[in-house]
């Protein structure tokens, strides 16, 4: 199995609600990633997972909690979101390299399909 | 801090023509520089990575450190390659990849 999976494509949720999007590979990567991605722009990082271990929050409101229960799945809960929220959701995955004992930057990146998100 | 400048954000080409997407990256240690392609309703997906030196679907891409660049050329554009392209810098030590804004390319029939 050479790609990363996401459920479920799409989503539409309330402002009180509480949602999990889930991420899946069987490629053997140890790290993997959530992405949000705005229409005609890149995707922008919010969390990295290093073998099942969190190491990247780059500063995502606590509404997002993201969850890797193994080395395969990667969960991103969420809860009272906005509807500035609304967007792609991005999981990823990748190898990683260590050199000289120090982790060093990722593998190739391969990305899911994306989970679309509606925040009414 | 690592910064990647994609300059044109829409590029338009007739079929048959050459096409060239430009990327320059600011980064002071030695860099990984990475093109992906995002087609329509499609994944986002590699389509070049320097160290690999590959050409994948007739494109190519040179790393330069001198004018630190990595520009996306294809000598002969096909419809289907109308896509949105990211140029995406990877830093030693860091997890992180820095995306470019991207270019949408439209190839014309």
């Known amino acids: 199995d050479t790609e990363v999976t996401q459920t479920p494509k799409h989503l539409v949720m309330g402002m009180t609600n509480k949602k999990s999007l889930k991420c899946e590979q069987h490629m053997g990567h140890r790290a993997m990633y959530w992405y949000k991605q705005k229409a005609k722009k890149p995707p922008e990082l919010m969390f990295v997972y290093s073998y099942e271990k969190l190491s990247i929050n780059e500063s995502v409101p606590s509404r997002f909690s993201p969850e890797c229960p193994n080395s395969s799945l990667l969960n991103l809960h969420l809860h009272a979101l906005q509807p500035e929220d609304s967007a792609l959701y991005l999981c990823a995955s990748s190898h990683v390299g260590l050199a000289g004992g120090t982790i060093r930057t990722t593998d190739t990146q391969y990305f899911g399909p994306g989970t679309r998100l509606t925040v009414l | 801090a690592q910064r990647v400048t994609q300059p044109e954000k829409l590029l338009s080409v007739f079929k048959g023509a050459p096409v060239e997407l430009k990327c320059n990256y600011s980064y002071s240690g030695s860099p990984e520089l990475f093109w992906y392609v995002q087609y329509s309703r499609q994944r986002l997906q590699l389509l070049l990575r320097?160290?690999s030196r590959e050409s994948i679907k007739g494109f190519t891409a040179d790393l330069n450190k001198g004018e630190t660049s990595f520009h996306l050329k294809k000598p002969f554009a096909q419809e289907e390659d109308s896509a949105m392209y990211y140029c995406a810098l990877g830093c030693s030590n860091d997890y992180k990849l820095s995306f470019g804004a991207g270019t949408t390319v439209t190839v014309r029939a």
């Open positions: 320097h160290i």
